[in-house]
């Protein structure tokens, strides 16, 4: 995997280097209740993300943190190295699935998989590549699905 | 629809109160070039989202939010009202796909309809209820195609 020379963790892939079943891992980032409140404040003021009393009357049973911030922490994980795909990562489209909560005092990461690599017909300079990843927390609990169908430029 | 006499716009709707094919309409959210660069300087730091110049030698051709921030925002117009389900949003998975880029200049706000409504055998206080959230822009054109499995509580 490292045919390129490259430093380790600059390696990038591009479409005609990828394989059904490659993995990548993120590095980790670290939540705290401060930016949970301060992401749902701005996106998604519900009880659930903001209050901890009332968020403990609720089927959650304490303070979560919103699907969208599990999410976009996932993007930032990713795009730091987390899934060195092309030059850049760009979403045609995703499934999320939330199987659990993300807690304040989760430290999550992401373990990403290539599932399909489907070069395109009309632009050949390019594919769809579908690329599993499960955002875990400190005990490897999986507390995001996400299926992203990504577009991929060929190197050459 | 407004059999509650409540006031307009609190009205919220619960499990057995939704009918398949009912609409909601969000209020509005104004984007700008500030707010697109803080999104993606702390979630998706890549060019398309931070550097006007690197932006327009893409296939975006110049500044586009990301998916990620298209996807909160439009959490935040369904939280205050453009999705009034039950006592709260919470969402157990969902599909999104972005046919078209967010602009910097975007207004947006969100027009949802309920696609199925399924009680919970298990759980007869509850049920899940598919809605599918188009967020639109100041010329209606669609840039986010949301569909949400929500759960959603029984008023009785």
Redesign the interface.
């Known amino acids: 995997m490292d045919a390129s020379g490259d430093p380790a963790g600059t390696r990038r892939y591009f479409l005609e280097e990828l394989q059904i079943g490659q993995r990548f891992t993120s590095g980790t980032h670290a939540l705290d209740v401060e930016q949970v409140k301060a ?1 749902a404040s ?7 993300h903001l209050d901890e009393e009332a968020a403990a009357t ?2 959650f049973g304490g303070l979560v943190a ?3 911030h599990t ?3 996932t ?2 994980l990713l ?2 190295g987390g899934a060195p795909l092309g030059d ?11 199987p659990r909560p993300t807690r304040p005092c989760d430290i999550l990461h992401v373990v990403s998989e290539v599932m399909e690599i489907r070069p395109s017909r009309s632009r050949p300079d390019r594919g769809m590549v579908t690329l599993r990843c499960e955002t875990r927390n400190q005990q490897d609990e999986v507390v995001q699905v996400m299926t992203a169908r990504l577009v991929v430029p060929r190197r050459t």
Request: glycine residues 12%; without cysteine.
């Open positions: 992401f701005q996106f998604d003021p519900q009880r659930y609720t089927l919103s699907g969208w999410a976009s922490v993007m930032r795009a730091e850049g990562l760009i979403g045609a489209g995703v499934e999320v699935a939330w």
